[in-house]
Every structure is written in C-alpha cells, then in structure tokens.
C-alpha cells in the first residue's frame, strides 16, 4: 500500500493531542479511521509508530523520528498548495509550543483583522523551529538566535512550570520552590529548551537525567518515571496529558518569548504579527 498525506497528517495529530480519541476531534474524523489510518502507514512502512494505550498513545522512537520529519513534509505541501493558488500565507513556527493560552486568540483575531493572509502555525524542531531551514518566515522561541542571521522582539513573558508524574511526591503540593529541585533528576533539551541545570544555585541544583529532543519524548519520560521537567507555562497550556501534572515555579526567572525572522524580511505581516502577539501578552 502507498502512504498519503492524510496518513502523515493523522501521525502527527496523535502525536500533538496525545490520544487516538482527543486526534479523531481534531481532524473531525471517527476514532476508528485515526486507528485504521495509522494501522495502514504502519504496515504499508513496516514499523511501529505508536503505543496504544486505554486512555493515550505515545510514541515509539520511529515514531518521533516520522512525526519531526512529518512535520517538515506537510509545511511544504501547505505551502505549494497556497502558492499554486496564488494566497499569501505567514507561517509561523514553534517548536514546544506556541504561544500557550494565547495561541486561541491569536489565530481568530489574525484571521478577523487580516483575511487576506493565512496564518499558518508549524511545530518544527531545533532551536529555531524550522526558521533556519526556511520552512517557516518567523517562528516563536524562548531563546536569543545569534544577531548575525536573525531578528527578534520580545512579545511577551511567561512563568516557568514543573512538569512531574501524578504519582509524585509533589503531587499533593500547591507552591515549587527552585530550592526543591536540589538533587532531584532533571529532564533536559539542549537544542529548544529553557531550562538546565546552570538555572540554579549550585546548592540547589538538580541532577542530570536525560537529554530529550522534543515535547513528546520530555512527555513520556516524565510518564515513565525517568525525571522531571521544567518548561515554560505554553507546555502546561498545549501539552496535557494523562499521568503528567503540572505546577508553576513561583521563584523562578521568567522566560522571554520571542518572535524571529530573517534578518531583512520584516514583512509588513511579521510586523502586524509581533504587534498582535505583544498586545495578547499584554492582557
């Protein structure tokens, strides 16, 4: 059997939602069709690309690598069909996360005060989301790119969470401190990430557990018991899953978001963009 794009697309919606059931409504499709297309990409690849579970899925290693490469495949199927049909199209890439409890707002004020461009959010991987690659014009990080290529503004702020097992010891607690932290396994991306061990007093500091390359593989390690996470409050926002909860680090420093383009191309889209996404901060 050859495999389509619809295939790619329902991969990534499980991987993004987390759950065959929460996938089936994001593409306004049945359960049963998420689970006979991934069944049919599987067999036509020969491989596994996803654990099922009763109430989530995650990953298999083969899947996160498809699911990154996915992504990739349809930013530029999207973009060839808005070019062949002559739209103009902004494409803005994020790679953990968007812009969290904004990102709602974000995409129905664009589409009400500017109809004539499509705004199109792309979860692409690396520090950058696909911005260096040219997949995406701007992208939302939450760390500085190098001055040399790229322009930034800061849009916005947000507070630093812990991510955790339910089963946990902190489960039962309202507050994290940075000082709880001492010690204890930290999960961490050094490619997209905000958060290592040099973040705290060396007295405090947390041990080093394992490097993730992704939300998805931060998720299920945070579920397998390998350690815990630290991330911005978009992750808490974008990425719920079962067995995983989520506090907010009320002394830690906050994370800058940024939007980044091109050095040069500060379209008048980019910049109607970063003026939106500072307002909806702002709120």
Avoid at 21 to 32: E, K, M, N
Avoid at 170 to 193: C, E, K, N, Q
Avoid at 242 to 251: E, K, N, T
Avoid at 271 to 276: F, V
């Amino acid at each position: 059997m050859s495999w389509e794009l619809r295939h790619i697309r329902t991969l990534v919606a499980i991987a993004e939602s987390g759950s065959l059931t929460d996938a089936a409504i994001a593409l306004g499709v049945s359960q049963a069709q998420v689970s006979r297309t991934l069944k049919a990409l599987e067999q036509a690849w020969g491989v596994s690309l996803v654990r099922r579970g009763s109430r989530e899925a995650s990953l298999t290693a083969q899947g996160r690598q498809a699911v990154r490469r996915g992504r990739h495949l349809l930013a530029l199927a999207d973009q060839l069909e808005a070019d062949s049909q002559g739209l103009e199209r902004l494409r803005l890439g994020y790679a953990w996360a968007a812009v969290g409890r904004h990102t709602q707002a974000l995409q129905r004020t664009w589409a009400e005060q500017h109809p004539q461009v499509a705004l199109a959010l792309v979860r692409g991987s690396g520090t950058l989301a696909g911005l260096a690659e040219g997949l995406v014009d701007a992208a939302i990080v939450r760390t500085t790119p190098a001055p040399a290529r790229f322009d930034s503004a800061l849009v916005g702020v947000e507070r630093r969470v812990a991510g955790f097992p339910a089963e946990d010891r902190w489960a039962a607690r309202r507050r994290i401190r940075m000082a709880d932290f001492a010690g204890r396994p930290l999960l961490v991306d050094t490619r997209a990430g905000t958060t290592t061990p040099a973040l705290w007093p060396e007295a405090q500091r947390p041990a080093f557990a394992a490097e993730v390359d992704s939300v998805d593989a931060w998720l299920d390690a945070i579920t397998a018991g390998v350690g815990i996470g630290v991330s911005a409050e978009a992750t808490a926002h974008q990425h719920q899953r079962a067995g995983v909860l989520y506090r907010v680090i009320s002394d830690a420093p906050p994370v800058e978001v940024r939007l980044v383009w091109h050095r040069g191309e500060h379209s008048a889209a980019i910049a109607a963009l970063q003026r939106l996404l500072t307002e909806l901060y702002a709120r």
